[in-house]
C-alpha cells in the first residue's frame, strides 16, 4: 500500500506518520495520484463537510441519523458496495483536520434531543489508520455530549481498545451481518461472521450496546438456510437485551453499480436476478420478493426474541405494512430508536 500526504495538511499529521513509521511521500494536490491504479491511502485536508443528515433515499423511510465521513472509502473489498459508484476513485482519504469535523458537530448540540451519528457509511468505523487519526477528539465530543450516540460500524473483529473507554457508553458497536456464502464470496477481506460475532460478545461483556444490520441481504439458493444459521449462532452467543436494533435491507443499487462492480468482482453473481427500477432510481427485488424475505427473517428472529427491535433499512410504508401490519413514517420511525437509546 502506497501512503501520500497532501501538502497542506502535513503539518496536521506529520507527528502521528512518524510515530508509526509510515513511509509517506508528499504531494501538491490530491488530484495528482488520481492515476494511480492500485489502492493508496491519502492524508488530506476535508474542505467540504464531514456532517450531514443521512441523504436516506427520496420516498423511502428514514430513521434520521446522521453521516459523519473522517475517512471517505475502505480497504474493503465488497462486490455490492456503493462506494465504487459513489467515488471516482477507489483510494482512501483520511482527513486530517479533525478540529473543522468538532466544530461542525458542535452546531448540532444545541437541543437536548437524542441523535445519532455513523461514521460506517463512506468507510468502515474500524479502519485502524483512520481512527488513529479522529477518535481522541470524537470520544471527547461524545464524553460531552451524553444525549448524542456514536453509531461504529465495521465488518471487522478488531475493536480499537480507545473507544471502549468513553465516559457515558454512548457508543453503539455495530456489525454489518450477512449470511456465510454472501460473506465468503462478496465481502472480500473482511472478517467472517462468527468472529464478528464474538467481537459483538466482548463489547457487551464490557457494557455496550450493540446493534446489527442484515444489509444487504441477498436472495440465492440456499440463501434461508444460511441466514437461519446466522440468526441462530447471534442469539446463541449474544444477550438480546444489548442489541439496541436489529435493521434489514434487501440489495439495491444504483444501475451504474453493475458494471463498475463486475469489472472488479467477474465472478459476483448477486446482480444475476430480478430487479424493478424503483422510485429512488434504484434497481431492487420486486416489492413481492422483498416482503416475503423480510417476513422470513423477521420471524426467525421472533423465534428468538419478542423484544429486540426490528426495522427495515430505506424501504417503503407499504413494505412496512405488508411486514410488520403497522405504518411508518420517518419521524415515527426516529421516535422509536430514541426510545430504544433511552431503555
Ligand atoms: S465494508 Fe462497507 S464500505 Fe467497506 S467495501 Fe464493504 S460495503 Fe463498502
Redesign the pocket.
Known amino acids: 500500500m502506497k501512503y501520500f500526504v497532501t501538502e497542506d495538511a502535513i503539518k496536521k499529521v506529520k507527528k502521528k506518520l512518524e510515530k508509526s513509521n509510515i513511509d509517506y511521500q508528499i504531494v501538491k494536490n490530491i488530484k495528482d495520484i488520481y492515476e494511480i491504479k492500485d489502492r493508496a491511502i491519502i492524508f488530506t485536508i476535508n474542505k467540504g463537510k464531514f456532517l450531514m443528515p443521512c441523504p436516506g433515499t427520496p420516498k423511502y423511510i428514514c430513521c434520521g441519523y446522521y453521516v459523519l465521513a473522517p475517512v471517505e472509502?475502505?480497504?474493503?473489498?465488497?462486490s455490492?458496495?456503493?462506494?465504487?459508484a459513489y467515488f471516482n476513485d477507489r483510494h482512501i482519504r483520511i482527513y486530517v483536520n479533525t478540529d473543522d469535523m468538532i466544530k461542525e458537530m458542535e452546531k448540532i448540540t444545541n437541543a437536548k434531543q437524542i441523535k445519532r451519528i455513523g461514521t460506517?457509511?463512506?468507510?468502515?468505523s474500524m479502519f485502524e489508520l483512520g481512527a488513529r487519526i479522529y477518535a481522541e477528539p470524537l470520544l471527547e465530543f461524545f464524553n460531552k455530549n451524553r444525549n448524542i450516540y456514536l453509531e461504529l460500524k465495521?465488518?471487522g473483529r478488531n475493536i480499537l481498545e480507545c473507544f471502549l473507554e468513553s465516559k457515558h457508553k454512548n457508543i453503539i458497536f455495530s456489525w454489518?451481518i450477512n449470511s456465510k456464502t454472501v460473506n465468503e464470496y462478496e465481502?472480500k477481506?473482511?472478517s467472517a461472521i462468527d468472529e464478528r460475532i464474538n467481537s459483538a460478545k466482548m463489547v457487551i461483556s464490557k457494557g455496550y450496546p450493540v446493534s446489527l444490520h442484515f444489509n444487504p441481504i441477498i436472495e440465492y439458493e440456499g440463501w434461508e438456510k444460511e441466514y437461519g444459521e446466522v440468526i441462530d449462532l447471534i442469539f446463541k452467543q449474544l444477550d438480546p437485551q444489548a442489541i439496541k436494533w436489529i435493521s434489514l435491507g434487501t440489495l439495491r443499487f444504483i444501475p451504474k453499480l453493475k458494471d463498475i462492480a463486475e469489472s472488479f468482482h467477474s465472478e459476483t453473481k448477486i446482480f444475476d436476478n430480478e430487479f424493478i427500477l424503483a422510485l429512488d432510481g434504484k434497481k431492487r427485488y420486486f416489492r413481492k420478493k422483498r416482503t416475503e424475505i423480510y417476513k422470513i427473517i423477521y420471524e426467525m428472529i421472533r423465534s428468538h426474541s419478542k423484544d429486540v427491535f426490528v426495522y427495515l433499512c430505506m424501504e417503503n410504508d407499504d413494505v412496512w405494512f405488508d411486514v410488520f401490519k403497522t405504518r411508518m413514517n420517518d419521524k415515527k420511525l426516529k421516535g422509536l430508536m430514541d426510545d430504544q437509546l433511552r431503555k
Do not use: H, M, V
Open positions: 472509502n475502505c480497504p474493503y473489498n465488497c455490492y458496495c456503493i462506494l465504487n460506517g457509511e463512506f468507510s468502515d465495521t465488518k454489518s465481502e477481506g473482511t
